[in-house]
């Protein structure tokens, strides 16, 4: 049985994901300055926590972002910013999920020079909530408060922020179709960069001019891969679709899955391309998503 559009039933738990390997390479170089470059290697992470609401929902966020030291190992919770000016990449938890469970897409996005606020979501297996838009929203509200950050006077995000880039948005399953909402239904227009894992189509493309990657396993028995792949026909470009053959709903999330490493690489450039303006990584892409059980296909102009 297929699903249709806001009909969608029985999710079942999104998979957790571990700490992954590192994607990028040797020492950082932060960005700084009114024009951002791309840091050129990985970054150590911090973490720090937050107790939003948006009206009478809570919203617990966990931010992760680039610290000083070297990369590898776990968050340090409350450690400084490293030197320089990051963009925004927002993760959404799937269903059971929290601000911890997929730490292999936080802690890569948050290493390769972006600062990840991940949400809690106060109803986390509540599948009405997604299709009502109360999770879009709420990722709306932490996008709002993340970027407020950057003028608390004295605060440890204070200067670090670029709030002029736009922002990344990115998930898995219900966080997944959080995350196209944002594009579709229930829009936000600062948002540059969406990556939906796993989703269904939430709807009818709004105006947003965001770049969208789609990714999900043709063998998906809990998020039908043809309506992701409706979901992608019907946007113009920039977009692009990963697809790993064979797969299931969350295996290629996990590291030591075989096309672990592409679903890695190909989400963290694909937020270096449109939210650091790095060419060098669009043109990695290609590549990045290419190889023995994966398929590629994108209209990057």
Same mark, same amino acid.
């Given at each position: 049985?297929?699903?249709?559009?806001?009909?969608?039933?029985?999710?079942?738990?999104?998979?957790?994901?571990?700490?992954?390997?590192?994607?990028?390479?040797?020492?950082?170089?932060?960005?700084?300055?009114?024009?951002?470059?791309?840091?050129?290697?990985?970054?150590?992470?911090?973490?720090?926590?937050?107790?939003?609401?948006?009206?009478?929902?809570?919203?617990?966020?966990?931010?992760?972002?680039?610290?000083?030291?070297?990369?590898?190992?776990?968050?340090?919770p409350?450690?400084?910013?490293?030197?320089?000016?990051?963009?925004?990449?927002?993760?959404?938890?799937?269903?059971?999920?929290?601000?911890?469970?997929?730490?292999?897409?936080?802690?890569?996005?948050?290493?390769?020079?972006?600062?990840?606020?991940?949400?809690?979501?106060?109803?986390?297996?509540?599948?009405?909530?997604?299709?009502?838009?109360?999770w879009?929203?709420?990722?709306?509200?932490?996008?709002t408060?993340?970027?407020?950050?950057?003028?608390?006077?004295?605060?440890?995000?204070? @200067?670090?922020?670029?709030?002029?880039?736009?922002?990344?948005?990115?998930?898995?399953?219900?966080?997944?179709?959080?995350?196209? @909402?944002?594009?579709?239904?229930?829009?936000?227009?600062?948002?540059?960069?969406?990556?939906?894992?796993?989703?269904?189509?939430?709807?009818n493309?709004?105006?947003?001019?965001?770049?969208?990657?789609?990714?999900?396993?043709?063998?998906?028995?809990?998020?039908?891969?043809?309506?992701?792949?409706r979901?992608?026909?019907?946007?113009?470009?920039?977009?692009?679709?990963l697809?790993?053959?064979?797969?299931?709903?969350?295996?290629?999330?996990?590291?030591?899955?075989?096309?672990?490493?592409?679903?890695?690489?190909?989400?963290?450039?694909?937020?270096?391309?449109?939210?650091?303006d790095?060419?060098?990584a669009?043109?990695?892409?290609?590549?990045?998503?290419? @190889?023995? @059980?994966?398929?590629?296909?994108?209209?990057l102009?």
């Open positions: 049985m297929s699903f249709s559009r806001r009909t969608f039933l029985g999710l079942t738990a999104a998979a957790t994901a571990g700490l992954g390997t590192p994607l990028l390479g040797s020492a950082p170089h932060p960005a700084s300055g009114a024009e951002l470059s791309a840091p050129r290697g990985q970054f150590a992470i911090g973490v720090r926590q937050f107790n939003w609401s948006r009206g009478a929902r809570s919203l617990f966020t966990k931010v992760f972002y680039p610290a000083p030291g070297a990369p590898g190992g776990a968050p340090v409350n450690a400084p910013l490293a030197a320089g000016v990051f963009p925004v990449a927002e993760w959404s938890h799937g269903m059971g999920g929290n601000s911890d469970s997929y730490a292999s897409q936080t802690h890569a996005i948050a290493s390769a020079g972006f600062i990840c606020p991940a949400p809690s979501f106060s109803d986390n297996t509540n599948l009405g909530s997604v299709y009502g838009g109360e879009s929203r709420d990722v709306s509200e932490v996008i408060r993340t970027l407020a950050l950057n003028d608390a006077t004295g605060g440890p995000f204070a @200067g670090h922020i670029d709030t002029a880039a736009g922002v990344g948005v990115s998930g898995h399953s219900m966080g997944g179709m959080t995350t196209h @909402g944002l594009v579709t239904a229930w829009p936000d227009d600062r948002i540059a960069a969406a990556v939906p894992v796993a989703c269904v189509d939430m709807g493309p709004a105006s947003v001019g965001a770049g969208v990657l789609f990714i999900h396993g043709d063998r998906d028995p809990t998020c039908d891969y043809a309506l992701a792949r979901a992608y026909q019907e946007l113009r470009a920039p977009k692009a679709f697809t790993h053959v064979g797969a299931d709903h969350a295996a290629y999330l996990n590291p030591g899955f075989p096309t672990f490493g592409r679903t890695q690489n190909t989400l963290v450039d694909w937020f270096r391309w449109l939210l650091y790095d060419t060098a669009r043109d990695r892409l290609h590549g990045d998503a290419t @190889g023995e @059980g994966t398929r590629w296909e994108a209209a102009a």
